[in-house]
């Protein structure tokens, strides 16, 4: 293993133009089935949420500061075009 105690290190710090990107989520549920997507919202959401945890926790950017997440305010949960075929 190396020896790392005379190492100094660069704390994160943001060195580019403008904001750093951030990754989006936006959770989908199939709605076809009546009455499964309202049944299974809470439920999604919790989980969108939760990976975005895991995406801020683990993922950093080159300059080493956290990535930023968005997690979207509903779920999207179509299927009722499919009908107008």
Aim: charge should be positive; aromatic fraction near 2%.
């Amino acid at each position: 293993m190396a020896n790392t105690k005379g190492l100094r290190t660069v704390p994160a710090a943001h060195r580019l133009q403008g904001s750093l990107p951030k990754i989006g989520i936006r959770p989908a549920i199939d709605g076809r089935r009546k009455g499964v997507r309202e049944s299974l919202e809470s439920q999604t959401m919790g989980m969108a949420r939760a990976v975005a945890d895991l995406v801020t926790r683990s993922i950093r950017h080159p300059c080493g500061l956290p990535v930023e997440c968005v997690v979207a305010d509903t779920c999207i949960g179509g299927g009722g075009w499919r009908s107008a075929w």
